[in-house]
């Protein structure tokens, strides 16, 4: 099973990354035949605003060069992709976003349609509702299957699982995944 994790949060270990990884460490403990894992914190790369220069329709992939390919190809090639992002007023992070508007080049030919997805949005205290429906709107548009949204409520950097309801909501959001994780019979 390939998953990949994508962190919007310029915040190294952060309440976002937190999630993130205790997602990871939930997939681990169920010993999938198979498992990679690959995370991209997108604050550290290079990822440039779509341009609409529609270049990506004619050639079929987007044509700014710099590290968002990378993540496109994981996305396109994973069977699962976590999405993180912090809450600024009250939507996704400026890296999110730019992730969903390059995205468009993808979107012509539906390289993301059936893409198993959950969406993990951390706030301090609120805005994390308008949060997650920026996130399910982009999905909706790239018919991808929204498996799960979880939000994670904490004022200090990297104590969100301090929160019983959020480290539920994780194991709840694993568990969602179950159709779609490999058994070890069928390998």
């Known amino acids: 099973m390939k998953i990949v994790s994508i962190i919007g949060s310029h915040r190294k270990n952060g309440n976002t990354e937190t999630m993130l990884k205790a997602f990871d460490k939930e997939f681990k403990a169920l010993e999938i035949p198979d498992f990679k894992n690959k995370f991209y914190n997108i604050s550290e790369m290079n990822i440039y605003p779509c341009r609409s220069c529609l270049k990506c329709m004619r050639k079929n992939n987007c044509v700014i060069e710099d590290d968002f390919g990378k993540v496109a190809l994981k996305m396109i090639q994973s069977d699962l992709i976590i999405m993180g992002s912090p809450v600024y007023f009250s939507d996704v992070s400026a890296q999110i976003k730019a992730l969903f508007d390059r995205t468009y080049s993808l979107w012509h030919k539906k390289m993301l349609k059936g893409k198993n997805i959950i969406f993990v949005a951390t706030c301090a205290e609120y805005g994390s509702g308008h949060t997650i429906d920026t996130m399910r709107h982009w999905a909706l548009d790239h018919e991808m299957n929204i ?26 959001a694993v568990r969602a995944c179950d159709r779609i994780i490999p058994k070890t019979e069928e390998i």
């Open 147 to 172: 498996i799960a949204t979880v939000e994670g409520k904490s004022e200090k950097k990297g104590k969100v699982l301090e929160n019983e309801m959020t480290v539920k909501a994780i194991a709840d």
